[in-house]
């Protein structure tokens, strides 16, 4: 039980845990029924949150072990292990011609599918999540679980039924607090080629191209990234003509930039890398960093507090790694019914993300960001209602009005869960 391979997040791979787990699911199943301790277990998939590894606490590792991809003969359903990073899914099913949606990077694992996915292809494909058809795994109270989407989610038959749908809503977003899940099954999608116009753009810029994009009703999303720069990242299907012609609309309208460019890439595998251009001097040294993640209807006549709201926390970031950045949703991801999955927010076109960034073992730098990131997870509030637990912070003090702003009414249904699959806690609180 040693450790096998660094941790991406940078956080969690200088923690000291207790141990690292590696075993199949019968082998974890019969030593959680001997009880694991200390608790909350950790799992690990990717590897890129700050809490898949702490100190003192066992983490699961998936990586080395469940490293299936097998695609079905029409190639219109692949089943993964979740020990596979997006880039690995997306190189298996590229040679099929097909994808999923994946984030704005391919590093994440399949915590990326399990805690949402939003996707640059969101608003024409759904979540990441809205392609899952089957999950296998352990619950927390150590049983062993293979579950199928259920046919009609939204007839509540008989209890059995009802017992199903609940633990499938459960395992769709709240997975981390409930289960670990071994492999996924998904819906493919044809693999087509992309349109991205990336630019730096200045704050009025910024405000006009929100502005523009929430009236969007085709493929096209607007990214930003808030540092040193603004970074404007536009991401289309390059036969959607309606999304290419919104894109120059856009480019139009927001005059001269320093530097902009369109290019046409084959899929998610070959897209370019999101907020390089949102900093000129990049920070050195090991660093740390927490992220906070929120979701928001369209801003509207909010939108001009907004940005004066995000540049008096940028003007006074604590370190220059301090970052805001948002990707857009929405589209056929608002489609899919609220009572379907634990991602409540269906009503989303914003996900802002706040990422508080300090020199490792910097104590001092350390509280001043986290600070930096509460208030802003707080200012935020105003703005974006809902939180996406893409990472979960059950070790900081926003933990659980973060569980509230998640899940709100589906809450209650979520504990109840938990006090039947992961009753003696064993893994993160919920
Ligand atoms: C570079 C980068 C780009 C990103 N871009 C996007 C983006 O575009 N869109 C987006 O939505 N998110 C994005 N994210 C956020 C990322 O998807 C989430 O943080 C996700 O939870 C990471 O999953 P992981 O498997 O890589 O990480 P891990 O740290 O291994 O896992 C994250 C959490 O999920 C839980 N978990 C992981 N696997 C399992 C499992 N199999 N069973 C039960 N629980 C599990 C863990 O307990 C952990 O708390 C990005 C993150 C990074 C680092």
Same mark, same amino acid.
């Given at each position: 039980?040693?450790?096998?391979?660094?941790?991406?997040?940078?956080?969690?791979?200088?923690?000291?845990?207790?141990?690292?787990?590696?075993?199949?699911?019968?082998?974890?199943?019969?030593?959680?029924?001997?009880?694991?301790?200390?608790?909350?277990?950790?799992?690990?998939?990717?590897?890129?949150?700050?809490?898949?590894?702490?100190?003192?606490?066992?983490?699961?590792?998936? &990586?080395?072990?469940? &490293?299936?991809?097998?695609?079905?003969?029409?190639?219109?359903?692949?089943?993964?292990?979740?020990?596979?990073?997006?880039?690995?899914?997306?190189?298996?099913?590229?040679?099929?011609?097909?994808?999923?949606?994946?984030?704005?990077?391919?590093?994440?694992?399949?915590?990326?599918?399990?805690?949402?996915?939003?996707?640059?292809?969101?608003?024409?494909?759904?979540?990441?999540?809205?392609?899952?058809?089957?999950?296998?795994?352990?619950?927390?109270?150590?049983?062993?679980?293979?579950?199928?989407?259920?046919?009609?989610?939204?007839?509540?038959?008989?209890?059995?039924?009802?017992?199903?749908?609940?633990?499938?809503?459960?395992?769709?977003?709240?997975?981390?607090?409930?289960?670990?899940?071994?492999?996924?099954?998904?819906?493919?999608?044809?693999?087509?080629?992309?349109?991205?116009?990336?630019?730096?753009?200045?704050?009025?810029?910024?405000?006009?191209?929100?502005?523009?994009?929430?009236?969007?009703?085709?493929?096209?999303?607007?990214?930003?990234?808030?540092?040193?720069?603004?970074?404007?990242?536009?991401?289309?299907?390059?036969?959607?003509?309606?999304?290419?012609?919104?894109?120059?609309?856009?480019?139009?309208?927001?005059?001269?930039?320093?530097?902009?460019?369109?290019?046409?890439?084959?899929?998610?595998?070959?897209?370019?890398?999101?907020?390089?251009?949102?900093?000129?001097?990049?920070?050195?040294?090991?660093?740390?960093?927490?992220?906070?993640?929120?979701?928001?209807?369209?801003?509207?006549?909010?939108?001009?507090?907004?940005?004066?709201?995000?540049?008096?926390?940028? &003007?006074?970031?604590?370190?220059?790694?301090?970052?805001?950045?948002?990707?857009?949703?929405?589209?056929?991801?608002?489609?899919?019914?609220?009572?379907?999955?634990?991602?409540?927010?269906?009503?989303?076109?914003?996900?802002?993300?706040?990422?508080?960034?300090?020199?490792?073992?910097?104590?001092?730098?350390?509280?001043?960001?986290?600070?930096?990131?509460?208030?802003?997870?707080?200012?935020?509030?105003?703005?974006?209602?809902?939180?996406?637990?893409?990472?979960?912070?059950?070790?900081?003090?926003?933990?659980?009005?973060?569980?509230?702003?998640?899940?709100?009414?589906?809450?209650?249904?979520?504990?109840?869960?938990?006090?039947?699959?992961?009753?003696?806690?064993?893994?993160?609180?919920?």
């Amino acid at each position: 039980m040693t450790k096998h391979a660094a941790l991406w997040n940078p956080l969690a791979d200088d923690s000291h845990p207790a141990g690292w787990i590696t075993s199949d699911a019968i082998t974890l199943s019969n030593l959680i029924h001997q009880g694991v301790q200390p608790t909350p277990l950790l799992v690990c998939s990717g590897g890129t949150s700050s809490r898949c590894a702490a100190d003192g606490l066992w983490t699961l590792d998936l &990586r080395a072990r469940y &490293r299936q991809l097998i695609i079905n003969e029409d190639a219109e359903e692949v089943e993964i292990g979740a020990g596979l990073s997006m880039a690995e899914v997306l190189e298996g099913l590229q040679t099929r011609g097909r994808a999923i949606p994946v984030g704005l990077s391919t590093i994440p694992g399949c915590g990326f599918v399990l805690t949402g996915g939003v996707s640059p292809l969101t608003r024409s494909q759904g979540l990441a999540m809205d392609h899952i058809v089957g999950l296998r795994g352990v619950w927390g109270n150590g049983d062993i679980f293979d579950l199928s989407e259920p046919v009609n989610p939204a007839s509540t038959g008989t209890d059995s039924n009802n017992e199903t749908h609940h633990q499938w809503r459960g395992l769709l977003g709240a997975a981390p607090f409930l289960a670990v899940v071994t492999a996924i099954r998904l819906r493919t999608q044809k693999l087509a080629p992309l349109a991205i116009w990336r630019s730096t753009g200045n704050i009025q810029q910024l405000a006009v191209a929100i502005e523009a994009a929430e009236q969007w009703n085709h493929s096209a999303s607007l990214q930003w990234v808030w540092n040193e720069n603004i970074e404007l990242f536009v991401t289309c299907f390059a036969d959607d003509p309606d999304a290419v012609k919104a894109m120059e609309t856009l480019e139009k309208l927001l005059g001269d930039f320093a530097q902009s460019s369109m290019t046409i890439v084959a899929g998610q595998h070959a897209q370019p890398p999101f907020g390089t251009l949102a900093r000129s001097t990049p920070a050195t040294g090991r660093l740390h960093n927490e992220v906070i993640s929120r979701l928001a209807p369209a801003w509207g006549q909010q939108l001009p507090s907004l940005i004066a709201d995000l540049n008096e926390l940028m &003007r006074n970031r604590p370190h220059i790694g301090c970052q805001i950045s948002a990707q857009q949703l929405g589209g056929v991801s608002a489609q899919v019914p609220v009572s379907r999955t634990s991602f409540i927010h269906r009503d989303a076109i914003w996900k802002p993300w706040v990422s508080a960034t300090w020199t490792a073992g910097d104590e001092k730098g350390r509280k001043s960001a986290i600070d930096w990131l509460l208030r802003a997870n707080n200012l935020l509030s105003n703005y974006c209602p809902g939180v996406h637990l893409a990472q979960i912070h059950p070790h900081l003090s926003c933990h659980n009005e973060e569980l509230n702003d998640a899940f709100q009414n589906w809450l209650p249904g979520l504990n109840q869960l938990k006090y039947h699959q992961d009753p003696h806690g064993l893994l993160p609180p919920l």
